[in-house]
């Protein structure tokens, strides 16, 4: 290995970590108040995930599976709010740009957090 192509090696490695951590966890209320519409609310903010009319939402939205199926409240006929951690990259202006991950939790663990809102 040349000396040039050693350290390019070894300043990919500790580029690696940081790369790994840039995912963010956040936990909360993800809501689907109507058609389209998806947001998160932590304890940090609230994060829109997609509006309705915009195209597919971020990559990874997919990943969010039936919240009604779980637990769930229903406060627009069949949508409603449910309690989750998402592992997402976001940006400056609020938004969820990519979903890496979603978890679906009983209502309590959110309703328990006193960093929350209450949804609605």
Do not use: H
Request: with cysteine; hydrophobic share 35%.
């Amino acid at each position: 290995m040349t000396r040039i192509s050693g350290a390019l090696a070894a300043f990919a490695l500790l580029l690696l970590p940081a790369l790994a951590q840039a995912a963010e966890n956040r936990c909360g209320w993800i809501q689907n108040p109507t058609p389209g519409n998806w947001w998160l609310d932590d304890a940090e903010d609230t994060w829109t995930i997609r509006t309705q009319g915009s195209e597919d939402g971020p990559e990874g939205m997919d990943l969010i599976t039936d919240i009604s199926e779980r637990d769930y409240v229903r406060t627009n006929g069949s949508y409603g709010y449910a309690c989750a951690c998402m592992k997402v990259d976001t940006d400056d202006d609020g938004q969820i740009t990519r979903i890496y991950s979603f978890k679906q939790l009983k209502l309590a663990q959110c309703r328990n957090d006193k960093a929350l809102k209450f949804p609605g």
